[in-house]
């Protein structure tokens, strides 16, 4: 693994702006940032990806313990999301996707730093903007990356086999451009898998008390919603009672156990079930234990929001009144006083391909850049 400099293309501001990624510069400086790529070779894609397809597995038994144990309070899931979260554990409603972020250097074991399986973002950049970045400027090369396929298979999969409630599936989301990025993607993908969709605001999200089932502003009934939304923040809204007690008659994606795989109290579960795995770092809930060195993260944080190591480098925002979890420290690696982490994707059940955002510091935030890779060879 190896960080390359390189020479952006010229117009690539307009070349990303064609496929999607109208959200490139921030403040002048770029997000979508080619100046430079990442270079694995064909042994490390393979460790990445066997590294996700185990985690993930480990990752649904450690929701399977948490639901036979009843271990709802160590996540702070309110008592009133349990039966759903145990009505959809066994109805299995369509899982889509996730996106795992490891610390990695191309010497040691991928190392597991959170799993976002409910509302992961970055995913026009990684399935289409660096694709596209490849074909131009290193079409001999290869990548890790068939997100775009495996999303499109992931959907005719779920049609064919008739795991989706009705034919038109919408699409909920909060309306800032990262969003909509986001779902435009997902809806891309479920067109060409034959499947037709339809977009909508959460906000504009209505009820029908007679029927019993959520609309969209023209009274069409919503039989399947993905919904852009964290699960934690559905519960506070004033829908959440309809919504729980209609998990049979309206089918979201994803799925609300989905709260355990994108709380971090999953990291220390993950470890008492699976200690001294290569792929996880010591993580405790009730204290930092043994942890000299160590990573305070909020359970319910995003974007590096109030993180702090060892008690020195924090970052501010609006996240910790939910508890926190203490991870062992696992310096991010240095390639020019870069810092990148690797998003590691999930598609239905498999590992799909990657995506690296950096940073000048030791915390990866919303100012993160996204930088393109390739395979060697």
């Keep these: 693994m190896r960080r390359i400099p390189i020479t952006p293309r010229d117009q690539w501001q307009s070349k990303v702006e064609s496929a999607g990624l109208v959200f490139h510069t921030e403040e002048d400086k770029p997000y979508w940032h080619e ?15 066997t590294a996700t397809n185990e985690l993930h597995k480990m990752c649904i038994q450690a929701v399977e313990h948490v639901i036979a144990n009843r271990r709802y309070a160590e996540f702070g899931i309110p008592e009133v999301a349990i039966p759903a ?18 610390v990695y250097d191309g010497s040691q074991p991928p190392k597991m730093l959170e799993y976002n399986a409910d509302t992961p973002t970055s995913l026009l ?39 989706l409630n009705g034919v038109l599936v919408h699409f909920g989301h909060c309306g800032t451009v990262e969003d ?19 977009a909508l605001l959460m906000e504009e999200l209505g009820f029908n008390s007679g029927t019993g089932r959520f609309i969209d502003l023209e009274n069409i009934d919503i039989h399947t919603i993905f919904k852009l939304y964290p699960w934690e923040w559905m519960l506070n809204e004033s829908f959440s009672g309809p919504c729980l007690q209609t998990m049979n008659r309206t089918q979201w994606i994803e799925p609300i156990w989905k709260m355990i795989l994108s709380n971090k109290a999953l990291l220390a579960i993950l470890w008492e079930l699976n200690p001294g795995s290569p792929y996880l770092l010591p993580s405790f809930l009730d204290s930092p234990r043994y942890l000299s060195q160590r990573v305070k993260k ?8 109030n993180v702090t190591i060892n008690g020195i480098e924090a970052s501010d925002g609006e996240y910790g009144d939910g508890g ?9 690696p240095s390639f020019d006083g870069s810092h990148p ?29 996204f930088v393109p890779h390739r395979i060697a060879g």
């Design 85 to 102: 979260i145990q009505w959809a554990w066994e109805a299995d409603p369509p899982s889509l996707y996730g996106r795992f972020d490891f």
């Design 35 to 49: 100046s430079a790529c990442y270079e694995f070779t064909a042994r490390e894609v393979d460790e990445l990806e």
């Design 180 to 198: 909509e990025m986001t779902v435009a993607v997902l809806r891309d993908t479920a067109q060409e898998a034959g499947i037709p969709s339809k």
């Design 341 to 369: 982490v690797i998003g590691s994707w999930v598609v239905g059940t498999e590992s799909r391909g990657i995506g690296i955002r950096e940073t000048d510091n030791l915390i990866t935030d919303n100012l993160a850049r």
């Design 298 to 305: 909020p359970l319910l944080g995003r974007e590096g929001a």
């Design 125 to 163: 950049e990684a399935a289409v903007i660096q694709w596209k970045w490849l074909e131009e400027v290193s079409p001999a090369s290869d990548q890790f990356n068939s997100i775009w396929e495996g999303l499109v298979d992931e959907w005719a999969w779920l049609k064919e086999n008739r795991k």
């Design 324 to 332: 926190y979890v203490y991870q062992e420290y696992a310096p991010l």
